[in-house]
């Protein structure tokens, strides 16, 4: 079992690693529109998805890009919880 | 049940449908497929079909790769649009919030009075199926899937004239070399930029141009631009490219030129558009202390399916090219199940498509162009001069710029544009209350 939490610990770290997040950033937080907010750009965006899929082993359709869901590390933490515990 | 088709807003986009005998449209295509449910296995072809039945449901498709768009709209007050022009929806008046597109290998069915809305995808492609397979197997299934394809277009098309965009590379020097063997009036055309302007010499994609058309044994027409002549084809190259990323800006740039100075009336064309994303030879480029066209920091095997799929978005050929009524066809597009099955682990080698491609053609093509380094087609970089890169750098024509004036001519909000394409795909509707928000 994948609970949301420990899916968005692990996308958390990721992000923060990749996009160079700063740790005094006090605006970050798991529930930041990434994609509005300028933290991932496009070419970021396909590297979230890369990561989620590898990470679990799953295959995220694109239209997952534009799920409301599917713009905070909370939300795609949910998303792929969901998917991975059926 | 009896379908009836819906035209498209603006101007039509004829679709190239290949399979069964008979499907010409949507209403034929619709038709046959609801008698016979295994028909969507054995179609392709660059298309983007609506039809409406006697339920008042509406029917979208598009082909497998995306490479004709399906934008379409939905309000109480203006009911239902399509176009594969999403600027000619915006001039019907529909609001920036209400456009939405189909996604690439997608069906759907729409039916407003129920808040239907039902997005199914007809075709998976198959990535790095061929891994282990001996390499004698795969070149031989590369060189009869080309066969088949051109053999198909000689039959669906008849032997109508084709004029080749020879780039001066390896994937448009195989377009140009199979359609001579399958079509008797082909020629190639290319283009140069600023060969006017003082200390500025024939750039390599024009040598390597014309070696290839020597050698297939075709008539070259090459297009010569100004810098201005070309900046003066932006509009073109924006709206009916249909995105604002430099890449894709800049090669519609090219098109945009070819199709307004090259003289090509009464010719389809042929590309070699595709092959790049299918087998993931892409790399950012070097230019004046700056890197354009990045990439996501993936590894090829890793990036080809994003790129593949990235190919949704974007209009740089068929779009530009139907904005002056020539009509593009795409061959690798048509066989992109056979080179996205080739084994992940040959991407990692660099040579990987000059070697296929060698095997494949042999001297059909000249062995300059096999030996020639890798080079974004048009694009120029560091070492050479007068490409668009350079021209559009000099002109202030990237990045933030593109997108603002994107923004501008489609009277919509920037911010709206990260909406609208996210990663290569343009944004389609999750269910019926999306499309049915109020903007």
Redesign the interface.
Same mark, same amino acid.
């Given at each position: 079992m994948h609970s949301p939490n420990q899916v968005a610990e692990k996308l958390e770290h990721y992000v923060r690693t #990749?996009f160079f997040v700063a740790d005094d950033d006090d605006f970050f937080s798991r529930d930041i529109h990434l994609?509005?907010e300028g933290y991932v750009d496009?070419?970021?965006?396909?590297?979230v998805? !890369?990561f989620l899929e %590898?990470e679990y082993q799953i295959r995220l @359709? %694109?239209?997952v890009?534009? &799920?409301p869901q599917f713009t905070t590390i909370n939300g795609m933490a949910q998303r792929v919880s969901g998917l991975l515990n059926g | 049940m009896n379908y009836t088709a819906v035209p498209p807003r603006g101007k039509p986009l004829a679709p190239l449908v290949i399979g069964p005998d008979g499907l010409l449209g949507s209403v034929s295509f619709f038709q046959a497929w609801a008698e016979n449910p295994a028909l969507i296995d054995r179609i392709d072809g660059h298309f983007a079909l609506v039809a409406i039945d006697d339920d008042f449901t509406f029917h979208l498709l598009r082909d497998p790769l995306g490479v004709n768009k399906l934008f379409f709209a939905w309000s109480p007050q203006m009911g239902f649009s399509w176009s594969p022009l999403v600027e000619d929806l915006r001039r019907l008046g529909y609001h920036q919030n209400q456009l939405w597109s189909l @996604?690439?290998a997608c069906y759907a069915r729409f039916k407003p009075s129920e808040k239907l809305w039902q997005?199914q +995808?007809y075709r998976a492609l198959p990535y790095g199926t061929w891994e282990g397979q001996a390499t004698d197997t795969i070149v031989e299934r590369i060189r009869a899937r080309l066969r088949g394809v051109f053999s198909d277009l000689a039959m669906r098309l008849g032997d109508v004239p084709i004029t080749v965009t020879l780039s001066g590379g390896l994937d448009s020097a195989t377009i140009a070399a199979m359609a001579r063997q399958y079509f008797s009036d082909v020629e190639g055309v290319t283009f140069a930029l600023d060969l006017d302007r003082d200390n500025v010499q024939p750039g390599e994609d024009l040598h390597y141009a014309r070696l290839a058309a020597g050698h297939i044994g075709i008539p070259l027409n090459e297009v010569h631009v100004t810098r201005e002549q070309m900046i003066n084809q932006l509009y073109v190259a924006l709206v009916h490219g249909q995105d604002w990323r430099d890449f894709n800006v800049h090669c519609a740039l090219v098109n945009a030129c070819l199709g307004a100075y090259g003289n090509l009336d009464g010719r389809m064309l042929f590309t070699g558009d595709t092959m790049n994303e299918l087998v993931a030879d892409y790399k950012p480029v070097a230019y004046a202390g700056q890197t354009f066209y @990045?990439?996501?920091?993936?590894k090829p095997a890793?990036l080809r399916r994003?790129l593949v799929?990235g190919l %949704?978005s974007g209009d740089r050929e068929v779009g530009v090219f139907h904005h002056f009524d020539l009509a593009t066809v795409q061959p690798y597009a048509l066989c992109a199940d056979a080179y996205t099955a080739l084994p992940d682990s040959w991407l990692a080698d660099d040579n990987i498509k000059a070697n296929l491609v060698r095997q494949v053609m042999g001297d059909a093509i000249p062995r300059a162009i096999y030996e020639r380094p890798k080079v974004r087609a048009q694009v120029g970089n560091d070492q050479q001069t007068g490409g668009t890169l350079a021209a559009m750098v000099a002109e202030g024509l990237t990045g933030a710029h593109l997108k603002q004036k994107f923004a501008g001519l489609l009277d919509c909000d920037e !911010?709206f544009l &990260? #909406?609208f394409?996210? !990663?290569?795909?343009y +944004?389609? @509707?999750?269910h019926f209350d999306h499309i049915a928000a109020d903007p």
């Open positions: #990749q994609w509005k496009s070419t970021g965006a396909v590297e998805i !890369a %590898d @359709p %694109d239209e890009l534009f &799920d | @996604p690439s997005l +995808r @990045p990439l996501p920091r993936l890793r994003f799929s %949704d !911010a &990260d #909406q394409l996210r !990663a290569g795909i +944004r389609s @509707p999750l």
